[in-house]
């Protein structure tokens, strides 16, 4: 069965660290653009980051770029999101989506809270 689950979220201090995990069954994740999105209580859903399906190229959010870091692990069908610096704004439900021009999946998400 095809499944995608995020796994990695909690609780963290301002400035602190969280590292995302999306990992993936049922399918090959190295033939699929992953990309992550969060939603706040009351906001819209918005991309966070992408990672392109082999050649690695990244596209990052202004509001996280040089803070956050996604990569890809094909041998574990794995894709991460290395969260640093970590501000009260980046609180969140945090989703990964996998998509290849003609299957998407999304996962279950993962909540992300930031605060002393």
């Known amino acids: 069965q095809v499944q995608l689950v995020e796994s990695g979220g909690g609780m963290v201090q301002p400035g602190g660290s969280l590292r995302l995990s999306c990992a993936a069954s049922?399918?090959?994740?190295?033939?699929?653009?992953i990309g992550w999105f969060r939603q706040a209580p009351g906001k819209e859903r918005e991309g966070v980051s992408c990672i392109s399906s082999r050649d690695g190229n990244t596209v990052y959010a202004d509001s996280v770029k040089g803070r956050f870091t996604i990569s890809r692990d094909n041998a574990k069908n794995t894709v991460y999101l290395q969260m640093n610096s970590l501000e009260p704004e980046d609180t969140a439900d945090y989703y990964c989506y996998a998509n290849n021009g003609g299957y998407g999946y999304w996962g279950q998400g993962t909540q992300v809270t930031v605060s002393s």
């Open positions: 049922g399918f090959t994740l190295d033939d699929y653009a």
